[in-house]
């Protein structure tokens, strides 16, 4: 029994395996966030989302981080494409990767409304980053400094990706769990109709049985690719069904790069032998003395601590939202960081009333004066963020009119996954008094009557006549 | 995109038309010389044809005869929709109603009534408002139609 814990102790963490397909995770991770920032600063986004704006709703805990201007941002945006490129290429790669992880966090870090979960797991895998030896072959650096060249880590290093990645997808097949995805069908039959006019597959998009079978068959595979991959004999089918699916959310939905990254990270799964091949024609060779990269002695002391605390938090982040009562996908407590991905139709409309009580005078307040159409869009559904608006609002009507104390309360009503709208935000609550934190937050209504929990707003037709 | 333009709109009339001169956004400091059409005094005429039109498009009224054709109405009716325990398609259509008629009892000018009796302005505004989570949200929501002339900037996931 000791000697069996002690072997899978060692496959897993200390046993050599060869680098090749940490070389292929490097090369692609690092062209694809090259080309990722470069897209970002081509499109105009740049511009549209750090500069336009007037005012940056801040991450929790981040409210140090400010936009950089104009040129700040551009100079931000190329530091994080050269960085990448340099991580790509094997170039000075310790400090690329530091520096590319701290460009794009910051650039991530400015404005909550740009939050997406992919950003989130580019920080996460862009950390990783920063400690595995990536560049020890077919690199520049190993080119420059012949005795930083190595044909073998440890196994810990390849599994570290796979498990992140494997966590990922685990997470976000169990958030797909819930009434809604498996027994409405929602929000893939809101979205899947507006597809109709595509060849071949259009009429099929409109057939409700589609919506479902999609629903139920992207739960499955969500919560159950990591293993499909992890199994030899299945592995092909898997990365086949991996490479279908992603592809096809690129089709449908307007979600930028992420099939990229799934579909380029998902070859960790594969064997070495395959990515020497794959590399073998580009010129990679694997080297016929095996070098183990053995990490410094202070790195080894500290890898199970530091492992440990690591995966402990990416295990555990995610279901804070089990502390809160009510729905996650409705009040968004503990919603982020936590690969929800594609769960929610959400829209809603959000207007403030600013009062002064020396007067009694009320106003109404014009949300386009001071936000862009976009983070009006996201402030509507995300209660952190109408009252971080809240605030804002208080400071600038003090400003404005000189005014000495200010009430705000907020008229909110927003709809999910194609129901009719409710009240959101208790329009009683001064929101000048509250303070965001992660305790619970009473302010936000509850979605549902107590004991109506799957009523959908729409009632069947016959029911009704 | 029928939808779509109908809310923008119908936030014109809430806003611009009676919304900046009433003073509903600036804190009870009025404006009646931004009403549209100040020096004319056609403000409130043009207001109120526009809310006939908000209503004449969402009931497919016929322009010539003024029958209801088929219109935004009969989706929500098709699909049953309820809110709150209400038919929303008929919920909308009383709403329209309340919201002229709160308009008709504002006396042109109407920067005059702004200045004189600014209350029922401030009425009507409301009235106007009250419709707006009824067109914009809900029946976008059940009809499964996207509000885009908020643009859509970056990805998703």
């Not at chain 1, 086949?240 to 070859?267: C, D, R």
């Not at chain 2, 939808?3 to 014109?12: A, G, R």
């Not at chain 2, 009507?124 to 029946?139: C, F, G, P, S, W």
């Amino acid at each position: 029994m000791q000697q069996s814990n002690h072997t899978t102790y060692r496959t897993i963490i200390t046993a050599p395996r060869p680098i090749a397909p940490l070389i292929t995770f490097r090369i692609l991770f690092g062209g694809l966030m090259m080309v990722g920032a470069a897209r970002f600063m081509l499109s105009g986004w740049v511009e549209r989302l750090y500069v336009e704006p007037r005012f940056f709703f801040k991450f929790y805990g981040f409210e140090w981080v400010e936009p950089l201007g104009h040129t700040g941002m551009y100079a931000l945006y190329s530091l994080i494409a050269i960085s990448a490129a340099m991580v790509m290429l094997g170039l000075f790669y310790r400090m690329a990767a530091v520096i590319f992880f701290l460009s794009f966090a910051y650039s991530e870090l400015i404005d909550l409304t740009n939050y997406l979960n992919h950003y989130y797991l580019v920080c996460l895998l862009a950390f990783l980053m920063i400690f595995l030896p990536a560049h020890r072959r077919f690199s520049l650096d190993a080119w420059r400094r012949p005795g930083l060249s190595a044909t073998h880590v440890p196994a810990w290093v390849i599994h570290l990706l796979m498990f992140q990645i494997g966590l990922v997808y685990c997470f976000a097949g169990f958030a797909k769990l819930n009434p809604d995805w498996l027994f409405r069908a929602m929000p893939l039959a809101v979205w899947l109709p507006a597809k109709a006019d595509w060849p071949l597959l259009g009429p099929l998009f409109e057939q409700p049985w589609v919506a479902f079978a999609f629903s139920w068959a992207g739960a499955v595979y969500d919560l159950t690719i990591p293993f499909w991959l992890l199994w030899r004999p299945s592995r092909p089918f898997a990365y086949l069904a991996v490479v279908v699916f992603h592809l096809l959310t690129k089709l449908l939905f307007n979600i930028g790069l992420f099939p990229f990254i799934m579909i380029f990270n998902t070859l960790i799964f594969f064997p070495a032998t395959f990515h020497e091949r794959l590399l073998g024609r580009i010129g990679y060779r694997a080297g016929s003395e095996p070098v183990l990269y053995t990490f410094p002695a202070a790195g080894r002391r500290l890898l199970r601590p530091a492992l440990i605390l690591y995966f402990g938090f990416q295990l555990l982040f995610p279901l804070r939202y089990l502390f809160y009562p009510g729905d996650v996908l409705w009040a968004e407590q503990g919603y982020r960081f936590s690969w929800r991905v594609m769960l929610v139709e959400k829209t809603g409309q959000a207007t403030f009333f600013v009062h002064d009580p020396t007067t009694g005078h009320s106003a109404e307040v014009e949300n386009r004066s001071y936000l862009t159409a976009y983070q009006e869009k996201q402030m509507a559904i995300q209660p952190d963020m109408i009252l971080q608006y809240a605030h804002f609002l208080e400071r600038e009507y003090r400003r404005e009119y000189g005014l000495d104390s200010v009430e705000i309360t907020v008229d909110c009503f927003v709809a999910l996954n194609g129901r009719t709208s409710r009240r959101f935000i208790d329009p009683g609550a001064d929101l000048t008094k509250l303070k965001d934190g992660f305790h619970h937050k009473p302010w936000i209504l509850p979605h549902f009557e107590e004991g109506a929990a799957l009523s959908t707003g729409l009632t069947p037709k016959n029911d009704a006549q | 995109m029928l939808i779509n333009n109908l809310n923008e709109h119908y936030e014109i009339i809430k806003r611009d038309k009676i919304g900046i001169p009433s003073g509903v956004t600036t804190l009870g400091i009025t404006f009646p010389e931004k009403v549209e059409a100040y020096y004319s005094g056609r403000s409130l005429a043009l207001a109120e044809a526009a809310l006939k039109a908000a209503e004449g498009l969402y009931l497919g009224r016929n322009s010539q005869s003024g029958a209801d054709g088929p219109g935004l109405d009969d989706y929500l009716q098709e699909v049953n929709a309820t809110k709150e325990g209400q038919n929303l398609s008929s919920l909308i259509k009383t709403q329209f109603q309340k919201a002229l008629d709160a308009l008709s009892l504002v006396q042109a000018p109407l920067s005059g009534a702004i200045e004189g009796n600014n209350e029922r302005v401030v009425n009507a505004y409301n009235e106007i408002t009250r419709q707006l989570v009824n067109i914009k949200t809900d029946m976008p929501s059940v009809l499964c139609v996207s509000i885009t002339y908020v643009d859509n900037a970056s990805d998703s996931d």
